[in-house]
């Protein structure tokens, strides 16, 4: 289902091309929209369009992956590069601009994930790390089964063009938002099953193993640093950057 919040005097051509954008997304994933509805606003109410959605699946397999299923020894995959969306967002509305362009990851990822659940259907954890990113996704999911979640700091993808942009404005990509990619764990012995389908998809051409969770450092995340120092990294702190949801 989608409910629109419209602002008064909205343009309609906006709002057009936004209807346009969702149906061609919404077939390209299979998904039926089936219900909505629109409310309008007095001017400076809201900002131009609010959009709600309400979406309804069916557990594939069982058990189903949970943020409370990660267990020692596991293997933790990443399908893609960190930060590209929160970046991409907070340099559109601030009208910044950098010399490589920073492109949005903002995708379906029900076939790629289908993939996986075919190559491997105990898989422990899937968690997409949108609001705060990875960091604050991992240590969720590290409080969640009372584990650790050990992370090699060279392993983690990271475009350059992201990574200079974070450079130069003070974030840190671990903690920016992302709308096209997946954490997932996995027993060790399908890791590189996991792996192989994540990579037969376009989305997950960049898939990799970027750690393991251990029974030591229990609700922790630790990184290992390419000196093979040790750091913790915590939850969000204060507001996403830029504001996503």
Request: net charge negative; charged share 20%.
């Amino acid at each position: 289902t989608c409910g629109f919040i419209l602002e008064e005097g909205l343009d309609l051509g906006d709002l057009e091309r936004v209807v346009a954008s969702m149906g061609r997304a919404a077939r390209e994933a299979g998904v039926l929209v089936v219900a909505g509805d629109t409310k309008v606003v007095p001017r400076g109410a809201a900002d131009k369009m609010f959009i709600n959605t309400t979406g309804i699946g069916a557990v594939v397999v069982d058990p189903a992956p949970s943020g409370h299923r990660a267990r020692p020894g596991d293997a933790i995959l990443l399908s893609g590069t960190m930060g590209d969306h929160g970046l991409a967002i907070l340099s559109t509305r601030q009208g910044l601009s950098f010399e490589s362009p920073v492109v949005s990851d903002c995708a379906s990822l029900c076939h790629i994930v289908g993939r996986v659940l075919d190559a491997v259907p105990d898989v422990h954890v899937l968690r997409d790390p949108t609001r705060g990113g990875l960091a604050t996704t991992l240590n969720e999911i590290a409080g969640q089964s009372g584990v650790g979640c050990f992370i090699e700091e060279s392993l983690i993808p990271v475009d350059p063009a992201v990574a200079g942009g974070c450079a130069v404005l003070g974030l840190d990509p671990l903690y920016l938002a992302n709308e096209g990619k997946f954490i997932c764990i996995v027993p060790e012995e399908d890791a590189e099953k996991a792996l192989a389908a994540m990579r037969a998809d376009p989305l997950g051409k960049g898939a990799c193993r970027i750690g393991e969770v251990r029974a030591d450092h229990p609700g922790k995340v630790v990184m290992v640093t390419p000196l093979g120092g040790q750091r913790l990294l915590g939850m969000l702190e204060g507001e996403q950057l830029p504001r996503i949801c």
